[in-house]
């Protein structure tokens, strides 16, 4: 992609409503702008890294055996009324009445929909276990958003529902997207800690979250500095760690991922049984797994800065090379870039093509601001000696080289 034919606008100044540092970045970087309080459209940029983030995702959920499909985000409320939770989410979701007087909403979260759809379809233990995940919109009438796309009123999220005939069932899937999760935040350059939480509005006797560290996190996380465990803080935590006897430390934290062990709530409330191996009927035991998708830019954000801008884990960057050649008006620049550029789209590599007519400094600034993983610098210095300079995001590292030899560093670097 040519930057001038991008729509790519960076900000010099800090938006007086960004109040994280995430969100600050986000805005200067030109990723997203804010429609209204807790509503954000996600401009090529941001798209792109979205986009990264949901093929890592399902790169993980496909592997343990979870298969994709598409819920409705409209929703009947009589659904809710059966589960019980229609008075559980209280005034967060968004309720109307359509032009046929049907009460319905935005759906919050999909657990009722998934366990109408399922009870129509699974008859027999044969058909089990099953492990379904969706990437979807959600809609919640957020009393306060806050911190851009950390908390706000219509957000992404991937959603995965476990189908099990008995408990050890949904031990084993529990454990298998417990795993895919780690690996996913890996790839995603998160280090996370993990508390046992409570399940909450969502039902069930078991329940895992997935936090990240930052100065701007609403959850408040008591952490051992020996023995790395995490609980989540209440008025009654205790400030020795139980385990090691050493203090706790309290840090603030953005939860990322949440899964549960739901049991029959819903099978049993909705309907959706099987028979077993004897014949006998029985509810379907049931698990679910979410992971904030939006949200995780934040996080990735939060956790991958420094006072430049933002620094993208490769497998997340918007574009994984930023060529800058610094003077446009030199034929010579010219060409070489448009060389490189056309070398490592052929190479599978995605590549910004910075061809505007500014400054050195205009551009090095953008390039840190944007936080792509690889810059390759053409200038009529390092030309002289028919060199290039590389220089990776993350360390600041520089190395000079030939033409031929920065291809192959690059490749090198992306793949391996």
């Not at 509503?39 to 090529?44: D, F, H, K, T």
């Not at 800690?193 to 329940?207: F, K, Y």
């Amino acid at each position: 992609m040519l930057w001038s034919k991008a729509f790519i606008p960076t900000l010099k100044e800090t938006p007086q409503e960004a109040e994280s540092l995430s969100h600050q970045l986000l805005l200067r970087a030109g990723l997203i702008r804010m429609l209204m309080a807790g509503v954000y459209s996600y401009l090529p940029l941001g798209f792109r890294v979205l986009d990264n983030i949901e093929k890592v995702i399902r790169q993980e959920m496909d592997s343990c055996g979870g298969s994709e499909l598409l819920l409705p985000a409209l929703q009947p409320k009589d659904l809710w009324l059966k589960s019980g939770r229609d008075k559980d989410m209280g005034e967060v979701m968004i309720r109307f009445v359509d032009r046929r007087g049907r009460n319905v909403c935005l759906g919050p979260t999909h657990e009722e929909v998934i366990t109408d759809l399922l009870k129509g379809h699974i008859f027999s233990y044969k058909q089990l276990p099953l492990l379904l995940y969706q990437i979807q919109t959600k809609f919640r009438d957020e009393i306060r958003p806050r911190f851009g796309l950390v908390r706000a009123c219509e957000f992404i999220m991937k959603d995965a529902y476990s189908f099990d005939q008995d408990e050890a069932g949904l031990d084993k899937s529990y454990e298998t997207v417990y795993h895919a999760y780690l690996r996913i935040f890996k790839r995603c350059g998160l280090d996370c800690l993990i508390t046992e939480a409570d399940p909450g509005v969502m039902g069930g006797n078991a329940s895992h979250e997935f936090m990240v560290p930052a100065e701007s996190g609403e959850d408040l996380v008591l952490y051992c500095p020996k023995c790395k465990s995490s609980q989540t803080a209440k008025e009654d935590s205790l400030n020795d760690c139980l385990r090691c006897k050493v203090k706790l430390e309290r840090r603030n934290t953005i939860e990322i991922g949440h899964i549960f062990k739901l049991g029959t709530k819903y099978s049993t409330s909705l309907g959706a049984y099987f028979l077993d191996a004897q014949g006998k009927q029985r509810p379907i035991i049931m698990g679910c797994y979410g992971i904030g998708v939006s949200r995780l830019i934040s996080a990735i954000i939060e956790e991958n800065h420094d006072h430049q801008g933002i620094i993208w884990p490769k497998e997340i960057s918007p574009y994984q090379v930023i060529v800058l050649p610094l003077d446009v008006s030199d034929k010579k620049i010219m060409e070489i870039a448009s060389d490189i550029y056309s070398e490592l789209g052929q190479n599978n590599i995605s590549v910004l093509l910075d061809d505007r007519n500014e400054r050195a400094g205009v551009k090095f600034k953008d390039a840190d601001l944007l936080g792509v993983t690889l810059q390759v610098i053409i200038g009529k210095e390092s030309l002289k000696n028919n060199h290039i300079e590389l220089k990776i995001r993350r360390n600041q590292e520089r190395s000079s080289k030939e033409q031929g030899e920065i291809i192959r560093e690059i490749k090198r670097i992306i793949y391996g």
